[in-house]
């Protein structure tokens, strides 16, 4: 989220904000920024899959319950 404001709302993260970035952007602290959250989202997607193929493999619906952690 980039944002002028000194301050956030509270709810922020539970939108789904992973981070925040102060003006004026300085473009190696962007790019840091975005190479962590694409790491970051890489690593959730491996492990919904993992929990997908875990789930199957015990033969358990457990597709909601991905739903609700990630």
Same mark, same amino acid.
């Given at each position: ?8 709302? @509270? ?5 789904? *904000? ?6 004026? $952007?300085?473009?190696?602290?962007? !790019?840091?920024?975005?190479?962590? @959250? ?5 690593? *959730? ?6 929990? $997908?193929?875990?789930?199957?493999? !015990? ?12």
């Amino acid at each position: 989220m980039v944002t002028a404001e000194l301050e956030f709302p @509270a709810d922020s993260f539970e939108l789904g *904000v992973i981070g925040f970035i102060n003006k004026p $952007i300085r473009k190696i602290e962007l !790019l840091a920024r975005v190479c962590s @959250a694409l790491r970051l989202r890489n690593e *959730v997607m491996t492990c919904k899959r993992e929990l $997908i193929e875990l789930s199957l493999t !015990l033969n358990v619906d457990s597709t909601h319950k991905c739903n609700r952690l990630f």
